[in-house]
């Protein structure tokens, strides 16, 4: 069994929990495949599981209060730690195993804020981003402008022409999705979108290139 990808890696669960049962340590698993602690936890909490914490290891501070910290008084993983003496990792460990919800990073992020232990950054000192301009997995490019995000070729488009009409696409005449020059874009209604529909687009797109042709030939 291949579970989904977690961090942009597909982790082996059969493999984690086959070794977790011979007795090696998350970490070691973890080193194993290819992943975090933390990832290998959640698989093997997610799968059921029984978690073998060796004796050395027991802590007199209850799960249930754990919980109780987390949920009812708000407080984060990392307050919690420093609140009991276990590490933050130890705490999310605990709630996962207690089939807790935990936080979002945006809702961690908001709790740290209010709490006053770290500002909400925008852009490139934003603990997520990503670069003002980068490439998603579907080939567009994506920008990061002020904080707002647009995908470049329907930003440079609306930028010539204004607002694209509700339920308008916008079409890579060449076929690449990082080509967005303005030339090479082409506005059309999402149902006309498809290879029998597309013709006129190409039609103007083609006279243009043959007009550019000739003056370049009557130049030489």
Request: aromatic letters at 8%; glycine letters at 8%.
């Amino acid at each position: 069994m291949i579970n989904k990808p977690t961090r942009g890696n597909q982790c082996n669960v059969t493999e984690a929990i086959r070794l977790y049962k011979l007795g090696y340590s998350m970490n070691a698993i973890g080193k194993i495949l290819g992943h975090s602690h933390g990832v290998i936890a959640y698989h093997i909490y997610k799968n059921n599981i029984p978690i073998h914490i060796p004796r050395q290891q027991r802590s007199p501070i209850s799960t249930d209060y754990i919980v109780k910290l987390y949920t009812k008084d708000k407080l984060s993983t990392c307050i919690i730690a420093e609140k009991t003496g276990l590490t933050a990792q130890g705490i999310y460990n605990r709630l996962l195993r207690a089939k807790v919800k935990t936080r979002t990073f945006k809702e961690a992020l908001q709790l740290a804020s209010q709490m006053g232990r770290k500002k909400q950054q925008m852009g490139e000192k934003n603990a997520r981003w990503k670069g003002g301009k980068y490439t998603n997995k579907n080939g567009y490019i994506e920008l990061n402008i002020n904080g707002k995000h647009f995908t470049e070729h329907r930003y440079i488009w609306e930028k010539h022409n204004g607002k694209i009409p509700k339920g308008w696409i916008i079409h890579h005449l060449n076929g690449n999705r990082s080509d967005n020059r303005i030339e090479n874009l082409a506005t059309m209604p999402r149902k006309r979108h498809s290879p029998t529909k597309i013709i006129e687009p190409y039609r103007e797109r083609i006279l243009q290139l043959e007009k550019i042709i000739h003056k370049l030939t009557k130049e030489e």
